[in-house]
């Protein structure tokens, strides 16, 4: 249920929320109407945009998403898990910015790093979740509480008379197993007083010598040929292009500015503008400095760059250029015209 909050005139200030994009500011605003007396609510990206953009359909819960990982990169928010096993998030800063007159118990669980002593939804009270008893985890060297099965040789009846012991089945069935490893042993030895066999054998022995084609063995979906996939060309990921703009400045960059411009810098490679593009843009800022916002402005300055000799947009080349008006030097040449 949304809530009137506060909103201090220092919001449009604060060097932190300068770190964000405008529509990460709005985001944070709005969870200040949304969260509960406690300041917390769910880290869903889906549920905050059908609740904070429903009518800006160009803002999806990827943008959304987006925004709240520049609000917990500024450290405006915090994202935690709650003991139920669910996702997050309360405001950092909640009970200094806002005065709540009788404030209602939340529901939700508390933020383990920030609060973890007070009041838990599920827990009814502290969060427990500590407090649980881990289950133990099994071992190698562990035994195992079955014992282990053996054979049990069935007892066969005592012969009742000491001649009848060899026709006893027992005796019979020790006197067959006995012939039959004399006779596999006499067999072996056989085998192994004999040579090698002079017959070749029909099977074709698979060469070792064959040429392995390089690359993948996997087709291709239509392919009658084998044919491997070439790997794709290395490209530079936009902590590449900061480490490079890092080493070009005499002193390192603060860490809020190295942030800020990793997130543009990744944000322009996702829309598929070249490494090129992004690594001039750097470098340019690089010269001029200025507030991490610029790289954008930047990068586009190196993308449609004015070539030379091109007319401007509008002009049609056949028409010719205008030119001013001059006293000639003979006037006498042009008195007809005059």
């Known amino acids: 249920m949304a809530r009137i909050r506060t909103v201090k005139p220092d919001l449009f200030i604060n060097e932190r929320c300068a770190e964000c994009s405008v529509t990460a500011v709005l985001t944070f605003i709005g969870l200040l109407t949304q969260a509960d007396d406690q300041g917390r609510h769910r880290d869903n990206a889906a549920i905050i945009a059908g609740v904070l953009w429903p009518l800006r359909a160009e803002h999806t819960p990827v943008h959304v998403e987006d925004d709240l990982h520049q609000l917990a990169g500024a450290g405006l928010i915090c994202r935690y898990t ?8 309360h405001i950092v800063g909640w009970f200094e ?16 790093q920030h609060h973890p002593t007070d009041r838990c939804g599920p827990c009814r009270g502290a969060c427990t979740e500590a407090n649980r008893p881990q289950p133990p985890s099994r071992q190698l060297g562990e035994g195992s509480p079955n014992p282990p099965r053996t054979r049990e040789r069935r007892a066969l009846p005592a012969p009742a008379h000491p001649h009848d012991e060899e026709q006893h089945p027992a005796a019979v069935q020790e006197r067959a197993l006995v012939g039959v ?12 007083r004999q ?15 064959e040429d392995s084609a390089p690359g993948s063995r996997i087709l291709d979906p239509g392919s009658v040929l084998p044919s491997g996939r070439s790997a794709p060309a290395a490209t530079a990921s936009a902590g590449d292009l900061i ?10 960059p603060p860490a809020d500015v190295l942030g800020h411009l990793g997130r543009l810098a990744k944000r322009l490679l996702t829309e598929g503008i070249a490494v090129e593009h992004v690594r001039a843009g750097l470098r340019r800022f690089a010269e001029i400095q200025g507030h991490p916002s610029r790289l954008p402005s930047l990068v586009n300055d190196s993308m449609n760059a004015p070539r030379p000799g091109l007319a ?6 056949n028409v010719p250029a205008h030119q001013p008006w001059t006293t000639p030097v003979d006037a006498a040449a042009y008195a007809e015209e005059l």
Do not use: F, M, N
């Not at 709650?82 to 998030?89: A, E, N, T």
């Not at 480490?243 to 002193?251: F, L």
């Not at 401007?312 to 080349?317: K, L, N, T």
């Open 195 to 209: 040579g090698p066999l002079p017959e070749a054998s029909p099977r074709v022995p698979r060469g070792l010598g």
């Open 181 to 192: 490893i004399a006779s596999q042993g006499r067999g072996q030895a056989g085998h192994a």
């Open 97 to 112: 910015h806002q005065k709540i007159d009788k404030p209602s118990q939340s529901r939700l669980p508390a933020c383990p």
């Open 312 to 317: 401007p947009p509008g002009i049609r080349p």
């Open 243 to 252: 480490a490079e703009y890092v080493t070009a400045c005499a002193e390192r």
């Open 82 to 89: 709650g003991c139920d096993g669910k996702r997050y998030l």
